[in-house]
């Protein structure tokens, strides 16, 4: 327990409004790259590809350098999306994503076996056919599990404003930004909280500069 405590927010700029989407398969790659990062964002966020080489044990070497997310995008009924979460838990997740269209009762056993894990459930997405038609019961939905955040498109500024104005002061973060064509400062202004930045991060030549790059792009706009 005490391990878990001291590897959340001991490295991790806490200020930084960038999320990192660690999208690789291999270990040594996905370890490195969290080394060079960890420190700079305010958490690393890996998806299944990172965790089906790998195993859920490397929730626990990544933790080393910075809080995780999870983004299982869990989609199933309150037993199985319980089970996941504690396994998440176990391994020192700092959060995990949710799908939030299986209803109430599925995002609230999320939430209750999150624990001290932050839940954010997706309202909508990155992904321009995505079927918006019901985010805002979504949103609804997700108030009522109690939820900490929600996930929201950084690309499409239609959506991620409609979803600002319903949050009721719920955390957004925004994927899209960068390589699905998003514009950093936009998603910014529009209600983001904090940024998911995957590929243009590291498939870059130097992915802490490019880091850098984002993180000062955003200063520069947003304090003046
Ligand atoms: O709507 C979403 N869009 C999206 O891209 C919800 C997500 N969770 N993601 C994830 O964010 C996606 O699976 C990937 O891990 C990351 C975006 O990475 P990139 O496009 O910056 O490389």
Redesign the pocket.
Known sequence: FAYLLYTHNKYTTMESKIIF?L?VYDYNTAMELARTVGEKVFAI?I?WPVILENGIKIVRDLSKYANIIC?F?LADIDNTVSMITTKVKEYGGYGI?SHSFTGLNSLKAVVKSAGNMKVFS?V????ES?LDNITEELIKISREAGVYGL?A?GNRPYYLKKVKELSEGLKIIS??????GGDIVNAMLLGSDYV?????IYNSLDPLGTLEGFSSSINNKLNK
């Open positions: 989407a999208d966020k998806n983004d995008k994503i997706v909508s997405m990155s992904q995505y996930v498109p994927p899209g930004v960068g390589a699905q998911i930045i995957g590929r243009s």
